[in-house]
């Protein structure tokens, strides 16, 4: 994977303080992947599938538990809480505008939603399935999926953990916010942001926030940060280090094995920041303003003072979008036989 | 409160027998208490509180973790299981046209959904919170819902435990499952049921299930039964009884104490029945058409044979009724804080 070192991200820095940052706003559709057209049927089995509890080895977790849609989509935890109570080390990231990451995961381990969606349901402190193979013989004991996937993919053999993977992928790529204040002011609407936000909006720019959280999503999905995972702390001078825990996990390196790796991490966007809390990798900061200075001190080396802080933070809160409206799923029916959970 | 034995019971059914059953259709709205009068607008914030697992200790738990309405209202487990994977003895009852039911909670230790809603949240092995005060703070910290609260309820203090649970038992009060076949058999579409259905119909009758399973929810709502707690096993000489552990819970004596109260229980809805395995207070049968032996032998001392017992599942398949479409509700933020979850 491409590595930006922090030089890199200082001359990138500098550049973007002296240009205008290249505001966009959100795409209301996501490309699909050619061998994964996103079509109606498919998503409808896909909203089923992210909402299913079934696909957990004890019934009562499903995508939607730790990504939930009805919220931020995430859970509002430090760390995400799978089956029985077990926990990992990582914070849920939020599955709306995933479709705009160019890898998923934290540490980029996977490359594409399909990908992605085959990991939760079978990490053991997550939905704890034994096998996707486990996964697929399960959803094949529920007819209406039988029925459901068959319209959807066709085959002689429609569930395939694969079949699976695409449908809720296809889902997620519906899972799109746009026409927040931050979008129809970049579109021309100069009263979509209250002078405060556009306050922020200029200091997001001009302190560097820019360098990394670029692009549409403000993931880092255009220029040079494009795809790259970036070191976080960038700079571990900082009390904040400790305090946070931050160098404890080493991201990316436990993919790559690569030293250069060692704490880099994916971009995570900054759309509907304001309603994921609590904040970064490890979920270890309560609230979004002491994210931002966490930020602004590890990765740029600047302390904001507390009116900086407050406009980025009145600014990130523009970046909620709008959350389409979804019907409620029926689920499939066990149909009068229970699973041995 | 009122309690027939296994003689009235013998009386009853043979009563049912001689003459034709009191069939009825389900109501299309549930009849509120005068305190308590549904509202657009309670019931949309009562959905938000009912999918909302920020009730919950963890931060993992809704009520519809348990009563799943994207399903049969119940999460198709033996036992429920709520934080942390704890689990209690007894399997969680349907949601779906929980209206109703003349009690509430398997040994009917609360009188009305009102009084439901407060049980599971504080209970050690569901939601887990310490105190309904716990709970109220929470809410309280949701900007939100106190907008919302302030709305429906008004009030210098609109968030209280009581208003939950009204906007709660509001929105199950929705949750109405008409016309299922049987409900348009009886209203005068004789096709509505296939001819399997109505032989199970028929033997529903004859073989005395309605002595119970009587009134539009077939939960004993109307008649000698209305609102009684029945004996369950009635015959404990039966191996079913050991096998699936049927005396162990002590039932309705839990709430009253009194002896003549032991193994009974709140006659459970049959509407939907084929959606909610596996079956009895301890979720121990895992199939309808198992559960439908167990109860002749047990409550009826009827020896089904492979026929009878098929059509009287097929009857009950025909119980399955249209579930609304429901939207999907948006949860209001934590507002960039996190809880301590």
């Given at each position: 994977?491409?590595?930006?070192?922090?030089?890199?991200?200082?001359?990138l820095?500098?550049?973007?303080?002296?240009?205008?940052a290249?505001?966009?706003a959100?795409?209301?559709?996501?490309?699909?992947?050619?061998?994964n057209?996103?079509?109606?049927?498919?998503?409808a089995?896909?909203?089923?599938?992210?909402?299913?509890?079934?696909?957990?080895a004890?019934?009562?977790?499903?995508?939607?538990s730790?990504h939930?849609?009805?919220?931020?989509?995430?859970?509002?935890?430090?760390v995400?809480?799978?089956?029985?109570?077990?926990?990992?080390?990582?914070?849920?990231?939020?599955?709306?505008?995933?479709?705009?990451?160019?890898?998923?995961?934290?540490?980029?381990?996977?490359?594409?939603?399909?990908?992605?969606?085959k990991?939760?349901?079978?990490?053991?402190?997550e939905?704890?399935?034994?096998?996707?193979?486990?996964?697929?013989?399960r959803?094949a004991?529920?007819?209406?999926?039988?029925?459901?996937?068959?319209?959807v993919?066709g085959?002689?053999?429609?569930?395939?953990?694969?079949?699976m993977?695409?449908?809720i992928?296809?889902?997620e790529?519906?899972?799109?916010?746009?026409?927040?204040?931050y979008?129809?002011?970049?579109?021309?609407?100069?009263?979509?942001?209250?002078?405060?936000?556009?306050?922020?909006?200029?200091?997001?720019a001009?302190?560097?926030?820019?360098?990394?959280?670029s692009?549409?999503?403000?993931?880092?999905?255009n220029?040079?940060?494009?795809?790259?995972?970036?070191k976080?702390?960038?700079?571990?001078?900082?009390?904040?280090?400790?305090?946070?825990k931050l160098?404890?996990?080493?991201?990316?390196?436990?993919?790559?094995?690569?030293?250069?790796?060692?704490?880099?991490?994916?971009?995570p966007?900054l759309?509907?920041?304001?309603?994921?809390?609590?904040?970064?990798?490890?979920g270890?900061?309560?609230?979004?303003?002491?994210?931002?200075r966490?930020?602004?001190?590890?990765?740029l080396?600047?302390?904001?003072?507390?009116a900086?802080?407050?406009?980025?933070?009145?600014?990130?809160?523009?970046?909620?979008?709008?959350?389409p409206?979804?019907?409620?799923?029926?689920?499939?029916?066990?149909?009068?036989?229970?699973?041995a959970?």
């Amino acid at each position: 994977m491409k590595h930006i070192d922090l030089f890199a991200i200082g001359l990138l820095t500098a550049a973007q303080s002296a240009f205008a940052a290249d505001w966009q706003a959100l795409p209301s559709t996501a490309p699909a992947p050619r061998d994964n057209p996103t079509t109606a049927a498919k998503v409808a089995l896909g909203s089923k599938l992210f909402l299913d509890p079934r696909l957990s080895a004890t019934g009562t977790v499903s995508c939607n538990s730790c990504h939930n849609v009805m919220a931020g989509g995430d859970d509002n935890r430090p760390v995400a809480m799978g089956i029985l109570g077990k926990t990992g080390g990582r914070s849920a990231p939020t599955v709306w505008n995933s479709a705009f990451n160019a890898t998923q995961f934290w540490d980029g381990r996977a490359a594409t939603l399909e990908d992605q969606a085959k990991g939760p349901v079978v990490a053991d402190v997550e939905m704890g399935m034994h096998s996707l193979d486990e996964v697929v013989a399960r959803l094949a004991q529920i007819p209406g999926y039988q029925a459901e996937f068959k319209q959807v993919f066709g085959g002689a053999q429609p569930i395939t953990a694969d079949n699976m993977a695409k449908a809720i992928a296809a889902y997620e790529r519906t899972l799109i916010t746009p026409n927040s204040p931050y979008d129809r002011y970049v579109k021309g609407d100069k009263k979509a942001l209250t002078a405060q936000q556009q306050r922020g909006m200029q200091k997001f720019a001009e302190v560097g926030c820019v360098a990394c959280h670029s692009g549409p999503a403000f993931n880092g999905q255009n220029g040079a940060s494009a795809g790259a995972f970036m070191k976080f702390p960038a700079m571990a001078d900082s009390d904040y280090v400790a305090k946070y825990k931050l160098t404890a996990d080493p991201g990316h390196y436990n993919v790559s094995k690569r030293e250069d790796d060692r704490n880099t991490w994916k971009v995570p966007t900054l759309r509907n920041v304001a309603l994921t809390a609590p904040y970064f990798h490890n979920g270890a900061v309560p609230s979004l303003d002491e994210a931002v200075r966490v930020m602004a001190k590890t990765q740029l080396g600047a302390d904001l003072n507390e009116a900086d802080s407050k406009d980025i933070v009145a600014f990130l809160d523009a970046l909620t979008g709008e959350f389409p409206t979804q019907k409620m799923p029926r689920l499939p029916a066990t149909a009068g036989k229970s699973f041995a959970f």
